[in-house]
């Protein structure tokens, strides 16, 4: 058994507790963890991509190989465009419609795809995947840091490995005493928006 | 972490002085001492001085670790390159951590070349997280049987991998209490006459001393835990160093056939294990990051020994430069065999999309963007030339700003604005440098400034914290890395004592700053411009208020899409919408400061 998981963003947008809030889960279930992220200077709204491996066996590296991720968070619908070679075909997807312009986009120097483009191209990739919008969602119920956890919630409906009350449950016992409410709120939201679009 | 792995296997190992300066990937190392309360950790003023403390607190018979990234470790060349020759006494290890690729740096480079090839330290080079807190652990055990000081050189994918590591219980036994006993034939590093050997120098009696340890090295690691053979057969091997043994590893699972696989984790190398894989082969194939160090030590090995095969790698066999994938692994592989078939082909999805990079910048709400713009138009009046140092701020030096017209070294900006000064340029001179960077090598530029009557001004980004690295307290922060209150450098009083101008303003102030920085360019001599304002995303996230929330919105009849508020002030919120032709502001990303009201000259943001 092998779940690889690549979650493509810009910096800020906070991988970190979606990605610790996975490891506890896999790590309670005796696997193997391995992953990297790019962090530091990538950190200041530029590109970031995490990579996230769990197995029952050995793990070598801890770079996702190209084609083997079996899920592909987009958290910014241009980061998930750059790093779709990193998705199996047979996995599938879960983006954040919402785009971030880049300097040079804003600039007029490059044309910034637009999301129905995007979207084909992903499709054309991997025809089993979703796009929600996980930023306004989480905006909606209070801030859009809480991206993450909506698209963790979606992670959790779309794929059976993952418990949806467990999960749950770790994100309740992770998350600070002043966002436990509001991150369960995303969480929960973050299923239902995968449910209602997941056309598999 | 990685990092966190290092840092307890220090712990582990009875370190209770550990010193570093902030640099990715290395940072969470020094950062994680923090748990640990018998140990003194310290965030130095810049690397060689965090490697002279933590060397202090060896000859004081304590374990001690410096923590840097490899900038760092050029910094401390000076002393590395006398250290080595004293050996140490109490347990020293350096992390010297690399960053194939520069993801996270101004250069790509391989420190070994620095602490082996230059230095002859030993170093090891670990291939994952688990295998980096071992290496610790029994680089404070080689230390000290040695009295070599030992290197760990982690990449950036080690130090920042996660994997589940086990903590072992700590051995209170380890924490040796301080001691001092002189021995002045190893520790004082001077030209004089060494009695014993015939009157020959210190510098060479310890060089001698130096060259016997390597040998001794050597044999060492013949049974190092972290090399060995994997077998298979055929005339063709593959050597994995480091984080390479790994994507060789994940390579090979692809593999329809498997090859004689050479794992190699130290230096100097295990000549004999080495001499036994090469046996019978006609080709191997080396991967490490990032310069054929070990490849070229082969070479030189099999030419030693008369052995005629080829030892590919590095040197052009593959990519000499960035960082190792398991995609380039396997082309290599195929490369040198190209019988080898894969199990699973995968060819990378073609898009029709032109996928635009997307380059760094400064925070929404960060006072820097303040400061630049102000700066920017100073400059432009004056057509002044700026020189830029490393930071937050050096984003500003990339479009759309493009204000910084250099981008070098901690604390190059001084100096080098000095220079063409003294060129004979024409046009006036600005250095802009944060107050980190001041501390770290920036002090000695602005000293020198002043002291050769320069003219020019040097402005100061002073966020108090080092920001770029994740809000590491430093000599002007007003508190230690624990938090504690410590001492505070007065930075307008520093500034008088050389003598120079003295100027304050407050960034979120534009037009005050731009009167200010026009008045420190007309004025002669040595002027600086202290821009004192806390970081944004440090002080936002403890609740500390900046400035009082402007709901703003773009007026779309007055906006005429000039793109001043882009070009010029750049601030992430603004966004030109390619229908429309016009800016308009996406509300998710706005922090509300107000400043882009001020940006726009036809009034069309309120």
């Given amino acids: 058994m092998k779940k690889d998981i690549a979650i493509a963003g810009v910096g800020g947008q906070g991988n970190l507790f979606a990605t610790n809030v996975l490891c506890q889960y896999a790590m309670a279930r005796g696997m193997q963890v391995l992953g990297t992220e790019t962090i530091g200077a990538a950190q200041r709204g530029g590109s970031v991509i995490s990579h996230m491996r769990i197995a029952d066996h050995p793990i070598y590296s801890p770079l996702i190989p190209q084609g083997g991720a079996d899920v592909l968070l987009g958290m910014e619908t241009l980061e998930m465009l750059r790093h779709l070679g990193l998705l199996n075909p047979q996995g599938f997807y879960i983006m954040n419609l919402y785009s971030v312009p880049t300097v040079y986009t804003n600039l007029g120097i490059d044309r910034y795809p637009s999301q129905e483009e995007i979207v084909a191209a992903a499709r054309k990739v991997c025809p089993r995947g979703v796009e929600i919008p996980a930023t306004y969602k989480a905006a909606e119920l209070g801030s859009a840091q809480m991206t993450n956890v909506v698209m963790l919630g979606a992670l959790c409906q779309l794929d059976e490995y993952f418990d949806g009350p467990e999960v749950e449950g770790l994100v309740e016992r992770l998350s600070p005493e002043s966002f436990k409410d509001k991150n369960l709120a995303g969480f929960r939201a973050g299923r239902e928006l995968a449910r209602a679009g997941d056309r598999a | 972490m990685g990092d966190l792995a290092i840092t307890r296997g220090a712990v582990e190992s009875g370190v209770k002085v550990a010193a570093g300066y902030p640099g990715t990937p290395a940072t969470e190392i020094l950062e994680g001492f923090v748990d640990y309360d018998q140990v003194h950790a310290e965030w130095s003023c810049n690397e060689k001085v965090a490697l002279e403390v933590a060397l202090g607190a060896s000859l004081a018979g304590v374990r001690s670790m410096a923590v840097m990234k490899h900038n760092g470790t050029n910094v401390s060349t000076d002393i590395i390159m006398h250290l080595n020759f004293t050996g140490i006494k109490a347990g020293l290890v350096l992390i010297s951590a690399d960053d194939p690729g520069g993801l996270s740096s101004q250069n790509e480079e391989d420190s070994r070349i620095l602490v082996h090839t230059y230095a002859n330290l030993p170093v090891f080079d670990p291939s994952s997280a688990v295998e980096a807190k071992a290496m610790v652990k ?50 004082i590093m001077s030209a004089v006459e060494v009695r014993e050997l015939g009157g020959i120098k210190r510098p060479q009696a310890r060089h001698r001393w130096l060259n016997a340890k390597y040998q001794e090295l050597t044999e060492l690691f013949e049974k190092s835990p972290f090399n060995w053979i994997e077998g298979g057969e055929g005339e063709l091997g593959l050597i994995g160093c480091g984080i390479g043994y790994t994507y060789l590893k994940e ?27 090469l046996k019978g082969k006609k080709k191997v194939l080396v991967f490490e990051e990032l310069e054929p160090v070990v490849e070229n030590l082969i070479k030189q090995l099999a030419l030693d020994n008369g052995l005629k095969l080829q030892v590919l790698g590095r040197s052009g066999f593959y990519s000499p430069d960035g960082e190792l994938t398991v995609p380039l692994v396997t082309q290599a592989v195929r490369k040198l065999d190209p019988g080898l078939s894969l199990k699973k082909e995968f060819s990378p999805p073609k898009l029709d999309l032109q996928i635009p990079v997307r380059t760094r910048t400064q925070c929404v709400g960060c006072a820097h963007r303040a400061l630049l713009y102000s700066l920017k138009r100073v400059a432009r009046k004056k057509k002044a030339v700026v020189f830029g140092d490393i930071g937050c701020h050096d984003a500003g030096s990339f479009k759309p700003m493009e204000l910084q017209s250099t981008i070098y070294c901690m604390g190059s900006s001084v100096p080098m604005a000095t220079g063409a000064h003294f060129a004979g340029l024409q046009r006036p001179v600005i250095s802009m440098m944060g107050d980190s960077t001041l501390f770290h090598l920036g002090l000695n530029g602005l000293v020198n400034a002043a002291y050769q009557k320069s003219n020019q001004v040097i402005v100061l980004g002073d966020n108090r914290t080092t920001a770029m690295t994740g809000f590491q307290p430093h000599a002007g922060s007003g508190v230690d890395i624990r938090g504690a209150e410590s001492p505070r450098v007065d930075l307008e009083m520093l500034g008088r004592s050389l003598g120079i101008k003295v100027h304050s303003v407050d960034p979120y102030d534009l037009q005050g700053s731009y009167e200010v920085l026009l008045q420190a ?48 002030f750049g601030c992430p919120a603004l966004v030109y919408s390619t229908e429309t032709e016009k800016v308009h502001i996406d509300e998710l990303t706005c922090v509300q400061c107000g400043l882009c009201a001020e940006v726009c000259k036809l009034g069309a943001i309120s």
């Fill in chain 2, 138 to 187: 029994e680089a404070y055990r080689l230390s000290e049987e040695t009295q070599l000081c030992f290197v760990l050189r982690p990449v950036m994918r080690v130090c920042h991998s996660r994997s589940v590591i086990d903590y072992e219980d700590l051995d209170q036994s380890l924490f040796k209490e301080a001691g001092w006993e002189d021995d002045r034939d190893r520790y």
């Fill in chain 2, 251 to 277: 390579a090979g699972l692809n593999f329809s056939r498997g090859y004689p696989i050479l794992k190699l984790g130290t230096l100097p190398l295990p000549r004999r294990m080495v001499l036994d894989f």
């Fill in chain 2, 521 to 568: 360019v007309e004025e002669e001599g040595v002027s600086l411009v202290i821009a004192s304002k806390a970081c944004f995303l440090q002080g936002s996230r403890q609740g500390e208020k900046f400035f009082e929330p402007t709901k703003l919105k773009v007026d779309q009849e007055l906006c005429q899409g000039c793109m001043i508020c882009i070009n010029d």
